[in-house]
């Protein structure tokens, strides 16, 4: 089954400098390519805007990273326009697991 996963960049995909990029996180990039190459839909979720996300898709693009969508839901099963990303899976630096 093709899955959504929505990647946090500061703290995730690289070290958290914010405002300034930090180096890459390697083995977390590696997770990503595995997961991008096995059909999945890889959405970069993230606080950052303007010139601070352009940055960081600009530096995503030249670390060949993928990036299928940026804070966007491709296929909301509601069908309405959320703001909350869907996705199967989030990643990110300061999340809790619940159950």
């Known amino acids: 089954m093709k899955r959504f996963i929505a990647v946090d960049f500061d703290g995730t995909l690289v070290e958290n400098c914010f405002p300034d ?18 059909g999945n839909t ?4 993230t606080c950052r805007g303007g010139e601070e996300l352009k940055a960081a898709v600009k530096f995503l693009e030249e670390n060949n990273v993928p990036i299928d969508f ?17 996705a199967h899976e989030y990643w990110d630096d300061r999340a809790i697991r619940i159950h």
Not at 21 to 38: F, N, S
């Open 42 to 45: 890889i959405i970069l979720w």
């Open 70 to 86: 940026i804070n966007q839901n491709p296929l909301n099963p509601l069908g309405d326009g959320t703001r909350k990303i869907f």
């Open 21 to 38: 990029i930090g180096p890459l996180k390697v083995d977390v990039v590696t997770r990503v390519k595995k997961e991008k190459e096995k």
